[in-house]
């Protein structure tokens, strides 16, 4: 059982902290410790009169702080969510609610018995010089809800699945986490539309997550490179078509192609140098997933026909970019001169 799953697990028993500290970027188990903290405070009464819920980039801590002073109307606690606390991080606001930090700060020093007090703070850090994060941090009870990794995703995904009797092929589960980027808010998002779709035989397959899933920019970005140095002119035109008919910007396109073909490269070049694969995500800094797909592909080609093509690309960008040719074309033009010019070199191992 996780840190978070114990203090879940004490929220739902009426185990109550006075003031909570939500940290984290993972949208869904944030949207879970709210949901167990309205369940075991309010109860089935979610009324207006013991419910406050504030916007720091549209209201004032102040005004939040006079509700958790409010005496329960017809209950025994109150629940004030503070949304967005921008003032935790080292992040200004232009325009935004004037804060009167000095009344957090007495109020952290003696909080209302009678209100639970959370604040949501959807960031990767906060600022721990600052004194008002760091009575914040002294003061509340801490929930991390940061980014979950593949093992603890799949977890989630089964679970639920138990919970609400379906059963998913694991080629299924492997194919959702990739088409959703391994991020635990868009695989759980995705899953509920795949339960409607199987309410009948209740079991997910490969077939329907591949139908119901879109595939990200990014994806679709891969397997475009990946036809091109496959020599696959017609259809790399027409997926490009296609991304081009859902309204994708040609300069965003070849960005993307570009990094990609780049990401090829340096891990090509690092796995000479004998470094492995989690040596290679902490030098380029990039998720671990990312450097796997790139490996099982960079052995595929030699390096002198990435670096071309990558080249190629950079060229393409710069006459683009200086107002020298047409977006759209430049990018067919490209996959057309590297398809023709440059034959497929391959290697065994």
């Known amino acids: 059982m996780s840190e978070l799953d114990k203090q879940l697990k004490k929220i739902k028993q009426g185990k109550h902290s006075l003031i909570y500290l939500v940290v984290g970027t993972e949208q869904y188990l944030s949207e879970k ?20 819920q504030f916007d720091m980039k549209e209201s004032t801590i102040d005004a939040a702080l006079q509700e958790a002073e409010t005496f329960p109307f017809f209950g025994s606690q109150r629940l004030i969510l503070i ?5 935790l991080t080292g992040k200004t606001l232009s325009n935004g609610p004037d804060h009167d930090i000095d009344y957090l700060e007495q109020y952290l020093l003696n909080p209302s018995e009678f209100t639970i007090l959370v604040f949501f703070a959807p960031y ?12 914040l941090l002294k003061q509340a009870e801490i929930l991390n809800v940061d980014p979950v990794n593949e093992t603890d995703i799949k977890s989630f995904v089964q679970e639920s699945c138990k919970i609400k009797q379906f059963s998913i092929e694991p080629a299924a589960l492997d194919e959702l986490l990739i088409l959703t980027d391994r991020n635990l808010s868009k695989s759980m998002k995705e899953l509920e539309k795949l339960m409607i779709f199987h309410q009948e035989d ?5 077939s329907t997550v591949r139908q119901l899933v879109p595939k990200t920019l990014e994806q679709n970005i891969f397997e475009l490179n ?19 008919t859902q309204k994708e910007d040609p300069i965003k396109i070849i960005a993307l192609m570009i990094g990609q073909f780049r990401l090829l490269l340096q891990v090509k070049i690092l796995k000479k140098k004998g470094y492995q694969q989690a040596d290679i995500a ?6 671990p997933f990312r450097v796997k797909l790139a490996l099982q592909k ?18 393409a960008d710069f006459l683009i970019k200086s107002g020298q040719v047409n977006p759209e074309m430049q990018v067919e033009l490209f996959i057309l001169k590297f398809t023709d010019q ?3 070199l391959q290697k065994n191992s």
């Open 226 to 244: 990946d036809l091109v140095l496959n020599k696959k002119a017609q259809q790399s035109i027409e997926l490009y078509q296609d991304l081009l």
């Open 33 to 52: 410790v709210k949901v167990a903290l309205m369940d075991s405070v309010l109860g089935e009464d979610v009324s207006d009169f013991n419910f406050g």
């Open 342 to 344: 440059n034959p497929k």
């Open 298 to 315: 960079e052995r595929m080609f030699e390096q002198g026909i990435l670096s071309k093509a990558h080249h190629q690309l950079i060229d």
């Open 124 to 135: 990767e850090k906060l600022d721990k010089r600052k004194k008002m994060t760091k009575a």
């Open 83 to 87: 949304q967005n606390p921008y003032f």
């Open 202 to 206: 209740r079991n997910i397959k490969l």
């Open 282 to 287: 902490k030098i380029l800094k990039v998720h």
